[in-house]
């Protein structure tokens, strides 16, 4: 691939971690968040794309050293309960925001990666969901949201990706393995829930995978996390057994409880299993096993926690 690639969501875990990525292999890269290009106005996203395309537009500090020649775009609205009622805020980010994106790659003839969700579906079932498998009721608020994105992507470009993720961990921000730890460390007992089965996504890995598939023209819908089903429960555990917290605190007890324990605004899914395969049918490698991705990622958690 000639050209640079734009980053949308560079403060975020994910946005991070692929500029990162790019960075390694030397791919020209230049990362916006809200400060450089607010998604949810198209003139706005109009004036960078098209500035970074050479055409005429308005790119303030941003210093390509190429054309630009593919968006992966990772920004959005991840704050699952608070779209519940915040529907309207949430759809603007997710769903015109990627609309805008999507117009602007189509208009230039530029490559585009939508990160989307497993929220997509209805979380029902045991069996693994394929990337092929229709959409037909989205689980609440952000999960419709952000199918309706994926719906944008597809009606404005013949060709792009769209990559499902879900459990996400990684440097920047907050996550569940982040917030497991330091209760872990401050109280002696935890309960989690054991009822709900998916796959935990390191943003690191994820971002060696969006690098390499940027650079080819394998389109289509993936799936993408790391290797294995646990219940957020046994993420739990793996993270703070990694932390060597329970060697640290004997008396530290992590109890599973059922869903009903936690109620939430948003409902969440008690399947989150997803089909992979479609990876490895385009020549893609797989993810490394999740258990691996945390104790890598704890690791480096903890060497920031006692800096």
Not at 253 to 281: C, G
Request: charged content about 25%.
């Amino acid at each position: 691939m000639n050209g640079c690639v734009l980053v949308t969501g560079v403060k975020g875990q994910l946005g991070y971690d692929v500029m990162k990525a790019l960075a390694e292999r030397k791919i020209p890269a230049v990362g916006v968040d809200i400060d450089e290009m607010d998604i949810t106005d198209a003139a706005s996203v109009d004036r960078v794309i098209d500035g970074l395309c050479g055409a005429d537009g308005d790119t303030g500090s941003l210093e390509p050293q190429e054309k630009l020649a593919a968006v992966i775009h990772c920004a959005a609205w991840t704050a699952v309960d608070a779209a519940e009622d915040a529907v309207e805020k949430c759809r603007l980010v997710n769903v015109t925001g990627t609309e805008n994106i999507a117009k602007a790659c189509a208009r230039n003839g530029l490559k585009m990666m939508y990160i989307s969700t497993d929220y997509v579906f209805d979380g029902e079932g045991e069996r693994p969901w394929e990337p092929d498998d229709p959409v037909t009721e989205p689980l609440n608020a952000y999960g419709k949201s952000k199918y309706d994105g994926e719906v944008a992507v597809r009606e404005a470009l013949d060709d792009y990706f769209i990559v499902r993720i879900s459990w996400v961990f990684g440097k920047n921000g907050k996550n569940f393995i982040k917030t497991m730890v330091n209760l872990a460390k401050t109280r002696d007992q935890l309960t989690v829930v054991n009822d709900q089965f998916g796959s935990p996504t390191y943003t690191a890995d994820l971002a060696e995978l969006l690098a390499e598939m940027i650079q080819t023209e394998e389109y289509g819908i993936y799936h993408a996390t790391n290797e294995g089903i646990c219940t957020w429960y046994e993420l739990a555990v793996e993270a703070i057994r990694d932390a060597g917290l329970f060697d640290q605190k004997p008396e530290l007890q992590v109890s599973p409880v059922t869903s009903d324990a936690y109620p939430a605004k948003a409902k969440r899914p008690h399947n989150s299993r997803m089909d992979k395969s479609k990876l490895t049918a385009h020549g893609f490698d797989l993810l490394p096993p999740w258990q691996d991705a945390v104790a890598r990622y704890v690791a480096e958690l903890m060497k920031e926690m006692d800096a």
